[in-house]
């Protein structure tokens, strides 16, 4: 029963206290959802619909995130330059 509580947890989780993540992720789902359909009634092909869809959630997850967040991505913040090795150069 442990993974059914779980999964019930993370859904009320979801329902009464979304993470900012968690309604980025929504909102691209819904906006894949509209695009799939809306490109159904225009019968395009399945791949073409559906590669579409997903071009257009990612684009949703993007703009979802950006409103949320103030920002695209997050910063990074220890990052340095210099620190970075690249393996494949001889």
């Known amino acids: 029963m442990g993974l059914f509580s ?7 989780g979801f329902v009464r206290d979304p993470t900012d ?3 980025a992720l929504f909102v691209a789902v819904v906006v894949m959802m509209i695009a799939d ?7 395009f092909p399945f791949v073409v619909r559906t590669t579409a869809a997903v ?3 990612f684009i949703g997850l993007f703009v ?3 409103l949320i ?3 695209f ?6 990052a340095d330059e ?3 090795v690249d393996e494949m150069d001889p």
Do not use: F, H, M, N
């Open 6 to 12: 779980d999964i019930k947890e993370d859904v009320v």
């Open 21 to 23: 993540e968690q309604k």
């Open 37 to 43: 359909r809306a490109l159904w009634w225009i019968d």
């Open 55 to 57: 071009g257009a959630g």
């Open 64 to 66: 979802a995130s950006y």
């Open 69 to 71: 967040t103030g920002q």
């Open 73 to 78: 991505v997050p910063p990074d913040g220890d």
């Open 82 to 84: 210099d620190e970075y």
